[in-house]
């Protein structure tokens, strides 16, 4: 499960690594509007856009939507979450589509691909670390995947790490972590945080550059990327250079403009992303933790610069514009990168989708340019 969504990591994470790529098809009503906290919400105002017809995919993206359905997946939201995990991914859909076209399914290659087990905050990790061609030090990048913080591992995303490695130049550290609602927020949090030390006091033994370390997450990952740099400074830890954040999850409010467009999107919904907040949290409530709605936070200044990459055809566009907005407002550098036409998942599908390959290439090119800052 590529997928799983949700990343995608609790609901402003990215329910994703997310939230997700474990999504499925079949399109649900979305209920009653309502904010993350489950509190009935007072109307927002929307733009005209908010109110018009959905974004419609382009081509490319379409084709591994309509493979994605005819994998046969359920609606994750009717699931338990250890069914949800068994269901056909958007990952799965790329390489059922490449198949059908007559193109190689194996994954992009990386000079060196290794699995291990770090020390987490509850018990070892699983990282997976990616080192592409070249002589080192090499700068280093930790690497979240989303999910929802309930769904996907590492091999959902790893076409995402591999990608990464080649395009930065960077050996990548792609990283799991404890899941909901076998652990619940804020676990997940907990060990990503974990991971990212384990990066600062190993890069050199894995042939990296100490002094050169990013992070980089999508969808839930991308929201605990972002808490990495808030904890780093706050813990006065060594700062990442920059953070690449993939459509994060960075609010608490699902009746956002991106939410009321794209309630029944595909391979990401408003019904799904309430049903990862479910299997999540303790309760709603917990989804106002300055973690998890990083964009209404007000302490952001002295973070590290930020790339965020955004897809039109996603509930959670406006959490990563709210996200740089905030940043902006606390005076640190953020680029926004957004791309129409195409869904939440879709940064990793380069294989696939064009504006997934440029998605990635520009994402690399952030993370060379920051590394290359004195």
């Given at each position: ?58 081509a490319q993206m379409q084709a591994v939507l309509d493979q994605l359905a005819k994998l046969g997946g359920k609606p994750i939201e009717t699931l338990t979450p250890d069914e949800a995990r068994m269901q056909p991914s958007p990952a799965d ?90 652990h619940k927020f804020p676990a997940a949090h907990e060990d990503t945080l974990a991971a990212y030390k384990w990066v600062l006091a190993n890069a050199a033994k894995l042939g990296g550059d100490a002094k050169k370390i990013a992070v980089v ?14 904890a780093a400074r706050d813990q006065k830890l060594q700062a990442p250079v920059h953070q690449v954040l993939v459509y994060p999850v960075a609010n608490n409010d699902m009746n956002s403009p991106s939410y009321v467009q794209n309630a029944n ?110």
């Amino acid at each position: 499960m590529r997928h799983a969504i949700l990343t995608v990591g609790v609901l402003a994470a990215a329910l994703a690594t997310a939230c997700h790529r474990n999504d499925n098809d079949a399109a649900s009503t979305p209920p009653a509007s309502s904010t993350m906290a489950g509190a009935p919400a007072a109307p927002s105002t929307m733009s005209p856009a908010a109110n018009a017809t959905p974004p419609k995919a382009d081509a490319q993206m379409q084709a591994v939507l309509d493979q994605l359905a005819k994998l046969g997946g359920k609606p994750i939201e009717t699931l338990t979450p250890d069914e949800a995990r068994m269901q056909p991914s958007p990952a799965d859909a790329v390489k059922a589509l490449l198949e059908s076209q007559g193109k190689p399914t194996t994954p992009e290659p990386v000079a060196k691909v290794e699995d291990r087990t770090i020390p987490g905050a509850g018990g070892p990790i699983p990282i997976r670390i990616y080192t592409p061609e070249g002589k080192g030090p090499m700068p280093v990048v930790l690497y979240i995947h989303g999910g929802g913080w309930v769904i996907a591992n590492l091999d959902t995303y790893d076409a995402s790490p591999r990608a990464l490695a080649n395009a930065s130049g960077a050996i990548i550290v792609s990283t799991h972590y404890r899941q909901a609602p076998e652990h619940k927020f804020p676990a997940a949090h907990e060990d990503t945080l974990a991971a990212y030390k384990w990066v600062l006091a190993n890069a050199a033994k894995l042939g990296g550059d100490a002094k050169k370390i990013a992070v980089v997450g999508e969808s839930a990952g991308g929201n605990m990327a972002a808490d990495i740099a808030i904890a780093a400074r706050d813990q006065k830890l060594q700062a990442p250079v920059h953070q690449v954040l993939v459509y994060p999850v960075a609010n608490n409010d699902m009746n956002s403009p991106s939410y009321v467009q794209n309630a029944n999107a595909k391979p990401l919904n408003k019904p799904m992303m309430e049903w990862f907040v479910k299997h999540t949290f303790d309760n709603a409530d917990q989804t106002a933790d300055p973690r998890i709605a990083i964009a209404k936070r007000k302490d952001l200044a002295g973070v590290a610069p930020a790339t965020i990459i955004l897809a039109e055809i996603d509930p959670l566009r406006s959490d990563g514009e709210a996200l740089a907005d905030a940043l902006k407002a606390a005076g640190v550098d953020a680029t926004v990168q957004k791309y129409d036409g195409v869904t939440h998942e879709f940064f990793g599908m380069g294989a696939a989708v064009d504006k997934a390959k440029d998605a990635e290439k520009f994402a690399g090119a952030q993370l060379k340019k920051a590394f290359a800052t004195p």
